[in-house]
Nanobody
Framework: QVQLVESGGGLVQPGDSLRLSCAASGRIYSSHLIGWFRQAPGMAREFVAAIRWSDDRSYYQDSVKGRFAISKDKAKKTVDLQMNSLKSEDTAVYYC???????????????WGQGTQVTVSS
């Protein structure tokens, strides 16, 4: 019964920054996490980052550590993904999702947004 809507994607050049936002309507419980996944054409959907709703503990896929930062605003029920030093390999459709526990497996997550396209190209 939660709906997630991503926004903020676009076309940028390598080295640029982009900030994605995930807006939730409905219920997010303290036991939940909000995660970001991405999927490039012909590739499997992969875990990018996640944040726990109960506190600010966050998790990152190795390839984005030090470049991406996940944050949340509990009052607004939004989760942002700040992406810096973007590379061409970051090009993908980015999805946010709600899950009950930390997992890199997409099928373990309950609800998904529609996705927002991020293209990094020169």
């Amino acid at each position: 019964q939660v709906q997630l809507v991503e926004s903020g994607g676009g076309l940028v050049q390598p080295g640029d920054s982009l900030r994605l936002s995930c807006a939730a309507s409905g219920r997010i419980y303290s036991s939940h996490l909000i995660g970001w996944f991405r999927q490039a054409p012909g590739m499997a959907r992969e875990f990018v980052a996640a944040i726990r709703w109960s506190d600010d503990r966050s998790y990152y896929q190795d390839s984005v550590k030090g470049r991406f930062a996940i944050s949340k605003d509990k009052a607004k029920k939004t989760v942002d993904l700040q992406m810096n030093s973007l590379k061409s390999e970051d090009t993908a459709v980015y999805y946010c999702a709600r899950g009950n526990s930390l997992s890199a497996v997409p099928s373990d997550w309950n609800s998904w947004g529609q996705g927002t396209q991020v293209t990094v190209s020169s």
